[in-house]
């Protein structure tokens, strides 16, 4: 039995694929890569796979149905495998661009549907890693800054923030909650182009 859920919330399908909302997907396939966790088991709702994280037994999952209803998926695996915990990872507007932030359960969505979906679904008590995709441009409405796809410049900042993050979730699995806020919760590294001092 895992002693850690990992979902990332996104859309499926390649049309969302490389999209900002797609970050919780894009942070699930760096760990299975990582630490070879292969997502081959399918239910209606969730792709997911089982293996060990800093030899600790994880689940990785994806859901497979829209953003706005992931908890029903989310609440269907965590009822099944009966993890100690639960960590959802999802995009957030309200960081900045790179920028990745772990905190223990309680609290609203923040606006997020998809994490929302997941409080109506198992409560709001379950670990957030956010991933900044930061703010649209004046005049872009949010939907489709949100379902738009990473631009050139900001692909290397949000492989950065995934990089990071997936260095958080295996601190958080081996160590506990607090390092993993140790090692996310400070300033991102510096973008290309961003002012030295």
Same mark, same amino acid.
């Given at each position: 039995?895992?002693?850690? +859920?990992?979902?990332?919330?996104?859309?499926?399908?390649?049309?969302?694929?490389?999209?900002?909302?797609?970050?919780?997907?894009?942070?699930?396939?760096?760990?299975?890569?990582?630490?070879?966790?292969?997502?081959?088991?399918?239910?209606?709702?969730?792709?997911?796979?089982?293996?060990? /994280?800093?030899?600790?037994?994880?689940?990785?999952?994806?859901?497979?149905?829209?953003?706005?209803?992931?908890?029903?998926?989310? !609440?269907?695996?965590?009822?099944?495998?009966?993890?100690?915990?639960?960590?959802?990872?999802?995009?957030?507007?309200?960081?900045?661009?790179?920028?990745?932030?772990?905190?223990?359960?309680?609290?609203?969505?923040?606006?997020?549907?998809?994490?929302?979906?997941? /409080?109506?679904?198992?409560?709001?008590?379950?670990?957030?890693?956010?991933?900044?995709?930061?703010?649209?441009?004046?005049?872009?409405?949010? /939907?489709?800054?949100?379902?738009?796809?990473?631009?050139?410049?900001?692909?290397?900042?949000?492989?950065? !923030?995934?990089?990071?993050?997936?260095?958080?979730?295996?601190?958080?699995?081996?160590?506990? +909650?607090?390092?993993?806020?140790? +090692?996310?919760?400070?300033?991102?590294? +510096?973008?290309?182009?961003?002012?030295?001092?």
């Amino acid at each position: 039995m895992p002693g850690h +859920l990992v979902v990332g919330l996104g859309n499926p399908g390649p049309r969302y694929r490389a999209t900002r909302h797609n970050a919780g997907f894009l942070l699930i396939e760096r760990l299975a890569s990582r630490w070879d966790i292969v997502l081959d088991r399918t239910d209606p709702s969730v792709v997911w796979g089982e293996g060990r /994280i800093a030899a600790v037994p994880v689940a990785l999952a994806e859901p497979t149905t829209l953003m706005n209803a992931s908890g029903n998926a989310v !609440a269907a695996l965590a009822r099944a495998l009966g993890p100690g915990t639960v960590v959802i990872a999802f995009d957030d507007l309200d960081l900045p661009a790179g920028a990745v932030r772990v905190r223990g359960g309680g609290g609203g969505s923040g606006g997020h549907r998809g994490v929302a979906s997941v /409080i109506d679904a198992i409560g709001p008590d379950f670990v957030r890693v956010r991933l900044g995709i930061g703010r649209p441009p004046p005049g872009a409405e949010t /939907i489709d800054y949100v379902l738009g796809d990473l631009t050139a410049d900001e692909r290397p900042v949000i492989e950065g !923030a995934i990089a990071r993050a997936a260095e958080g979730v295996a601190t958080l699995v081996a160590d506990g +909650l607090e390092a993993a806020m140790r +090692l996310c919760n400070g300033p991102p590294p +510096l973008a290309i182009g961003d002012p030295i001092g």
